[in-house]
């Protein structure tokens, strides 16, 4: 269902503004709703498949804890956007001339042992272009093998389903691989990689359906500024459009920056320092002892992806206590690798909003004239 918007602010929603900060009466008395203002769910390394026994056992034998945490796995990338994921996470490697992840060292390892792990078709590896999977050599099963594979499949979904709220695609750039022997070789990142990364993007989203720095309005001459000065696009003309945020650290980021002042000219925001010019967006996954400063932030009009559980711990546990500090952070995108629970560990654990909604009025910033559901 689409946001209602109503005609004055005077009528709040109840729910959707009890919990939000006394520094936010402008935000919460504003009469439109803006693209920062909601809340919703989305998934965790969004690519990837489940290993294989064979794969994980041989993955165990060198580190039981590390197999353990790889005990996840997702649906097809439109599936999940059926269920109402709205943000995905890629991890994209750099290979400008193909071919690099081509031939995997575990499947060479199992066939030595006798002991075959499913078919895996590497024909996607072959071609130049960033590529797409969790860990080389070991967990390299990914519902799309290249980066614009999984934006085609996001694409396709977004352009039959127009009235989506914002879509967050999470980069991950990966830098490293593991360090058994006969491993390949991982690329770094470097300016030329987040070079092909914006083309490869702008090979499959027109610009207008993407929200980008460029994008956000108001007074001041940084991102940072306008930021802080309310300036997201308005909830309805940010539907059918998505939101790329690149996750690492700020050494990292700083390359993508490098020579694009508050990021203008580029496609994605950065997680990067607080004070800085090109703050926007900001990856906290700790929502249990970061609450208070994520509430702050996405007070202060910032966009911020947590993460309602790690590593299976908690589908494990069945413990919920990490996912609902995430709901009550205000955190507008919260991450799982559980949207569906999972038989393995029978605790029925997953993640997802009150009430199974899609999206629905930020807890700590939502205007006024929210309603839900969002969608």
Known sequence: MRLFLLASAVAVVAGCTAEAPSSQADAVS???VRANQIQTIGTHNSFKEWLSEPELALIAAVNAEGARSLEYGHPPIAEQLDAGARQLELDPYYDPEGGRYVDP?????????GSDAPPFDTSELMGTGLKVFHTPDIDYRSHCLTFIACLEQVKAWSDAN?????ILLMINTKSSGISWDGAVEVLP????AFDLMDQEILSVFAREQIIAPDDIAGEGDSLRARVMAGGWPDLEEA??????????????????ADGYPSLSGRLAFINTH???PEAAYFTMNDPVG????????????FLVR??????TREARSGDTSRLEAALASGAQYISTDYMQASERFGTDYRAGLPGGAVARCNPVNAAASCADPVE
């Open 30 to 32: 504003e009469p439109v």
């Open 105 to 113: 060292l575990g499947p060479r390892m199992l066939a030595a042992e």
């Open 162 to 166: 127009r009235d989506h709220v914002p």
């Open 189 to 192: 990142w470097d300016k030329a």
């Open 239 to 256: 539907r059918g459009r998505v939101i790329f945020g690149i996750d690492n650290g700020p050494e990292t980021t700083a390359l993508y």
């Open 274 to 276: 607080a004070d800085a």
């Open 290 to 301: 970061d609450q208070a400063l994520i509430a702050e932030r996405v007070a202060q009009g």
């Open 306 to 311: 947590t993460r309602a559980d790690a590593d």
